[in-house]
């Protein structure tokens, strides 16, 4: 029976395309994947990542601060994302990790507001502060033509000495209803101005005691239920545009051990079943090494997309780590399509979650 629903959904996917019901197979796989631009602050030195974002095989890109001119960056970083979405019709997310404090692309040094860290934030425990901050960062990001900002993180600092989230100032608070109030206030000002949040990084990285940009952090023996909370709130209150999943093993939550990112349990059965969540869910960079040294290149990207995963980050960021052109990621989805290891239902879904999110930027604009 399965193998029959299996063909029929196949059929009935290839009459929508055939019939314009639906964008080609390679527009669809191609919605579904973000990339670096490169180390430079333009893309004339970059002619690949041009043609793919022509043939619709770029759905996403990401910005660091080496794409930030030195001089006249407000200027220069308007015409590179203005460049960005004149490719092609369709509308590319442009985003960046704009936190604030020690996660901060656009620095003073190149003209931008100082900005403070959640942690800051959080101890001094004033809302008005915290949508000032917010709204700040938003009318710039709408100004610079970025869409997607990759804030707030809604990690509780479970673990005090948390090399990669509360040592960096990242966390709210200890008390996960402080970190719901705080990143309430940071939705809710990007929504001022346009632009979508992305909590991070589900399901709690708070307590780990390793950073999965080094390799593989298990906190089975230290993450606590509280961790959820501020999903599930927000959830509940719609106050979520998208989430991005953290490379943390949990056994409690997946007993498989698979990292959230490559688990259906983590990103299928409780965010989504059981929290009702629909959205777009991005991956952490692939290129961690949580992932890509445990995993591999095209295990990883099946793996993901059968755990639900909506758009896969490859930065081009992580040292020690091969390159990846957005025509090598595509290519995978697709002969893993051809080999029945991902279903067609499966694009069709991340492309339909993907689609709504940019009618919503659409809309705020």
Known sequence: MKLFLAVLSTIIFSFQIAYGQLDSLDVMI???????????PGIDQNEQLKKEIKKGYIGGVILFEKNIAKSNSKTELIKLTTELQSIDESKLLIGIDQEGGRVNRLKQKYGFPKTVTAQYLGQIDNIDSTRFYAQQTSSILNQLGINVNFAPDVDVAVYPENPVITK????FSDNEKVVVRHARQVIKGHREYGVVTTLKHFPGHGSSHADSHLGMADVTKYWEYRELTPYRRLIQEEQVDAIMSAHIV????????????LSPYIINEILRDTYGYQGVVFSDDMQMHAI???????ESIVLAINAGIDILMFCNNVPGNERRSATEIHSVIKRAIEDNKVSTDRISQSYGRIQKLKKQIDSQE
């Open 168 to 171: 960096l100032g990242r966390s």
């Open 250 to 261: 949990n056994k409690h939550l997946d007993p498989s051990g698979y990292p959230a990112t």
């Open 30 to 40: 191609g919605q579904m994947i973000m990339t670096g631009i490169g180390d430079y």
């Open 292 to 298: 890509s040294s445990e995993y591999g290149f095209e």
